[in-house]
């Protein structure tokens, strides 16, 4: 069975920096998809990037586009989200899933605020 | 790309209820390969349909998936009270996804 489990959310300043973790279990590390979809409070899904495999450049939404980027840690199975220069706007809770599978975390949830 | 879906729809217990998902670039293919999603309150979005019309392992017979007047549709036959929900579509366009803003879909 698959399972996707986030870490890393938080309070952060506008500005700021914050590092996701979406850990992996059940899966052939390497080629499976992972993607970040968040969702501000009250309100609905945002795709923000699609991490195909290993070896394939990640797509990302323009919203995030030069301030957000992943990587993988094929030692720990672990997909990181670093996300630079933090906005207001990106409070949410962050999800990672593949989508065919059906394979979402819990979410973890992010607060950009001063 | 904007993709659309009505805000709100209710159906009746036993009902039938057909949501749409349309995209501000033309009419939506199997090309754009349309999900749709469930979300409950308070609980993460679960994968109803991929690719059009390929249901998951957990999704009820009564729902399907289609393409319908150039726009993707999901079809709920026989509405049950815990088909309650938020649904969300999402569409590729080329390198990105995009979800539409979700459908509040009442049983009543």
């Known amino acids: 069975e698959v399972q996707l489990l986030e870490s890393g959310g938080g309070l952060v300043q506008p500005g700021g920096s914050l590092r996701l973790s979406c850990a992996a279990s059940?899966?052939?590390?390497?080629?499976?998809?992972v993607e970040w979809i968040r969702q501000a409070p009250g309100r609905g899904l945002e795709w923000i990037s699609t991490d195909l495999r290993s070896g394939v450049a990640t797509k990302y939404a323009d919203s995030v586009k030069g301030r957000f980027t992943t990587s993988r840690d094929h030692s720990t199975n672990t997909l990181w989200l670093q996300m630079n220069t933090l906005r207001g706007e990106d409070t949410a809770l962050y999800y990672c899933?593949?989508?065919?599978?059906?394979?979402w975390g819990q979410g973890t949830l992010v607060i950009v605020s001063s | 790309a904007v993709v659309t879906q009505e805000p709100s729809l209710t159906v009746s217990p036993g009902g039938t209820v057909t949501l749409t998902c349309g995209s501000s670039t033309g009419a939506v293919t199997s090309g754009h390969w349309p999900y749709w999603f469930q979300q409950k309150p308070g609980q993460a979005p679960q994968t109803l349909i991929f690719?059009?019309?390929n249901k998951h392992s957990w999704t009820p017979a009564r729902f399907s998936g289609s393409l319908l007047g150039g726009k993707a549709a999901l079809t709920l036959s026989g509405a049950q009270p815990e088909d309650e929900a938020e649904y969300y579509c999402l569409l590729i366009h080329g390198d990105t996804r995009v979800f539409g803003g979700g459908t509040k879909l009442t049983v009543l």
């Open positions: 690719d059009t019309d």
């Open positions: 059940g899966i052939s590390f390497s080629t499976y998809a």
């Open positions: 899933a593949n989508l065919k599978d059906n394979s």
